[in-house]
């Protein structure tokens, strides 16, 4: 049990002791909690390089082509799934890859791979890395079905309401569109 001087030099220093003051020091004070990432706010680790993010984000946004702000989150969302979902199997091949002398203890300059298996591992503390490792993945990767669904049904409604507007035009006696076509003779 703390004496009462203990105490009041204990209250004293924490009044001291006011955490990070830098932007720096708040950053990684930010990244305290974080394990392996395949849950983190953000979708890059500090570790990473965002080049590959940003090759996935262009190939998946000329694929999902998002408009407005609404598709953006999502496709926001589906980006991040399936990095975290790239991530995770960088872990699972981490589990299965083996030792290498070459990063025994001693030696920091280990792989991406292997930096993401141990820190999985050491969150994990038990043997069971891979099936929790399978629950994060079907979690990411059910996530990412819900986020795309929504997606596909939010342009499926924008078309919807951009064919009927462009109906309700063609439709309208002041129309630009000549007679002939609203008779459906196609000619011009």
């Known amino acids: 049990m703390a004496t009462e001087a203990q105490v009041r030099a204990n209250a004293q220093n924490a009044q001291r002791s006011t955490g990070p003051q830098t932007d720096e020091g708040k950053a990684a004070a930010a990244r305290n909690a974080l394990r392996h990432g395949l849950c983190s706010a953000q979708a890059l680790l500090p570790e990473e390089d965002d080049a590959p993010l940003a090759v996935l984000r262009q190939a998946l946004r000329a694929d999902l082509k998002p408009r407005g702000p609404m598709e953006d989150l999502l496709f926001e969302r589906i980006v991040a799934a399936e990095w975290r979902l790239r991530r995770a199997m960088l872990v699972e091949c981490g589990i299965f890859e083996r ?4 990063f025994e203890a ?12 141990h820190k999985f591992q050491d969150a994990c503390l038990s043997a069971d890395a891979l099936g929790k490792l399978s629950r994060y993945e079907n979690s990411i990767e059910r996530g990412m079905i819900r ?20 109906e309700k035009l063609r439709n309208e006696p002041n129309s630009v569109i000549s007679a002939d076509e609203r008779a459906g003779n196609g000619a011009t």
């Open 99 to 102: 030792t290498d002398a070459r």
């Open 106 to 117: 001693g030696n920091t300059q280990k792989t991406l791979t292997q930096q993401l298996r």
């Open 147 to 166: 986020a795309l669904t929504e997606l596909r049904r939010l342009q499926e409604a924008r078309l919807e309401e951009e064919e009927g507007a462009a």
